[in-house]
């Protein structure tokens, strides 16, 4: 038999065939991204325990009223973008003279040692053995072993930050959201983004000082990583600096 | 005398489109890769206040670790007028029934107890951890968004996420 040629596909649609799917997938698909600022909300509790005295100096309440207008601290502002500023004085007025008593109005910063918090830990552990012989309720026990899981972040974080001691700032510092019920969102968004805004800067800060890299790189490398070793370095580091600059923001439920 | 010899009438040759394909299907792969698939669109408006240094949800969104609702003006104007200072929460599209004209955030509850039933089998995280988004109006009233909080803090989904636009970083 003689050699066929095989005749050529005609390719002229293609380019319809293309468009087509182009098309679809621009009608269906968005380019912004989903941005949003991650809280927790407080665990309900059953039993209403006395409210804990905190002193002055560790609040910064930051309240909004229902015609939109800041204070902070009890001082009318004008201006928002100026509340991040503020924050930032919260945090580091008293940063440089950790572990001594100052005359302000900002929180105090503590140190702690390695060999303090080998103390604690070697406490709580016993503790824990007491209870377990003893037969506590588990809660309890368990109460302690998330003592202890805090005491093991701290020592797992100083041996990252080097040298023997960890600045720590009062346990009781935070921040405060006041709003009203009518209070627009976007005042409330507003005072959200100044105080991330002026954590980040703190963090970003420490983590240029430290690793040379940016805190929001770290972020995205412990969010989008997939290799499990890596993602645990990046969290220890993400650890370090939370509780080197912890964001302790408490919402507070409207009234009125 | 000329040296050149007229030509006859030349007709212009036809511009060689087989190449239009590759340049298409170039296009289409990078709108595959730049977007992200878009929600239904809700049933209420929301013009999102501005912000900075805000989380980025998507890798959330790819484990389905995130939940979404909406708090703004419903678009059909008929409606508007049934709820307090116009504004209204939108749950999977569905705008919440108001019997007494106010909000109804009671079904908040419900609806993030079913939608974390409903979940894929390879989402691992408790409820705790699971983000409930609010993509509020920039004039919604706060005291809905802590409405909202209250209803997830009874059923104990206690990570909550105030969405803003976030125009930085693109």
Known sequence: MAKREIPEINAGSMADIAFLLLIFFLVTT??????????????????????????????????????????????????????????????????????????????????ITTSQIE????????????????????????????????????????????????????????????????????????IQTEIEEAIYELRDKEAQRLWGVSYGTLKRKEANENDKTKVKEEKGKLELLEILYPARIIEVTPKN | MSKFKKEGRKSTPGVNTSSLPDIVFMLLFFFMVATTSKENDPTVQVEQPTGTRAMDLTPFKQRSEVDFLYLGKPRN?????????????????????????????????????????QKPARMTSPIELVITCVKADKGAPSGLIFDIRKELQNINALTIAYAVRDNSNI
């Open chain 2, 77 to 117: 104007p008929a409606r508007a007028e049934a709820f307090k200072m116009g504004y209204a929460l939108s749950l999977d599209n569905v705008v919440q029934p108001t019997p007494d004209g106010l909000y109804n955030t009671n079904a908040v509850g419900q609806w993030k107890k079913d939608k974390f039933d």
């Open chain 1, 30 to 111: 968005t380019m912004d991204k989903d941005q949003a600022y991650i809280r927790s909300i407080p665990k309900k509790i059953e039993v209403k325990n006395d409210p804990v005295e905190v002193q002055k100096r560790d609040i910064l309440a930051i309240k909004a009223n229902s015609q939109n207008q800041l204070m902070v601290r009890g001082e009318v502002f004008n201006d928002p973008d100026k509340i991040s500023d503020f924050v930032l004085k919260f945090y580091q007025t008293n940063q440089k003279s950790a572990g001594q008593l100052v005359m302000n109005d900002f929180p105090l910063y503590s140190v």
């Open chain 1, 119 to 190: 103390a604690n830990i070697d406490k709580i552990l016993d503790e824990i053995d007491a209870m377990e012989a003893a037969g506590s309720p588990q809660d309890q026990i368990d109460f302690k072993y998330n003592q202890l899981a805090e005491w093991e972040k701290k020592q797992r974080a100083l041996k990252l930050y080097g040298g023997s001691q960890l600045p720590e700032i009062s346990f009781q510092a935070n921040m405060r959201i006041e709003v009203m019920q009518a209070t627009a969102y976007s005042i409330f968004a507003k």
